[in-house]
């Protein structure tokens, strides 16, 4: 697999690993996920994360705000509104990365689709924030299972191609 170096351009997409790492080390810190500060597995996400494929880190993105929308639906049923506005906040963050991470000019239509769908769930974010509107959050982490879900389904492409092999369990049978 091939290994790409910081804000290396990757196709359409430009990522910057640094802020993917930063942000997951952070989640970490805050107490996302009940992981204790740096060690271990700190350096296992930052590595991760930067020998990942550009269809790996928008893999690695929609985890995050799945897991994001999912511990904001948490902190609502507690009535922690500070837990709230964090996980809510940290979606959002995400989806900016997303937003910014498409190439409108190289993506076309695609792309300019995708950008739409992400200021609308972006927008809805904000408004389930506002409005402590759990509904609105599921139907937000419903739109990035599913969209995580395609770009699963892309990367095994992408890997299938690369390698010109099928994927374990495929082929004769």
């Known amino acids: 697999m091939r290994k790409y170096n910081k ?4 196709g359409s997409m ?31 996400l930052r590595a991760q994360v930067e020998t990942a494929t550009p269809t790996q880190l928008i893999l690695i993105l929609y985890d995050g705000a ?20 964090r996980c809510l906040k940290g979606a959002q963050a995400i989806i900016c990365e997303l937003m910014s991470s498409l190439n409108r000019e190289s993506g ?28 609105v959050v599921l139907d937000v982490q419903k739109h ?14 992408a890997r299938q191609i690369e390698t010109g092999l099928p994927e374990q369990g495929e082929g004769n049978g």
Request: charge should be negative.
């Open 144 to 157: 990035l299972m599913e969209l995580r879900e395609s770009w699963a389904e892309v990367d095994k492409n």
């Open 66 to 85: 799945i897991r994001f929308c999912s511990m904001a639906l948490e902190a609502m049923e507690a009535k922690d509104l500070e837990e709230q506005n």
């Open 14 to 44: 430009e990522f910057d690993s640094r802020f993917l790492a930063g942000e997951l080390q952070q989640n970490r810190q805050n107490g996302a996920g009940g992981r204790p500060k740096g060690g271990r597995h700190a350096r296992y």
């Open 108 to 135: 076309g239509e695609v792309a300019s689709n995708l950008m739409n769908l992400y200021y609308y769930l972006y927008s809805e974010l904000i408004r389930a924030n506002l409005q402590d509107e759990t509904e």
């Open 7 to 10: 804000g290396e351009k990757r």
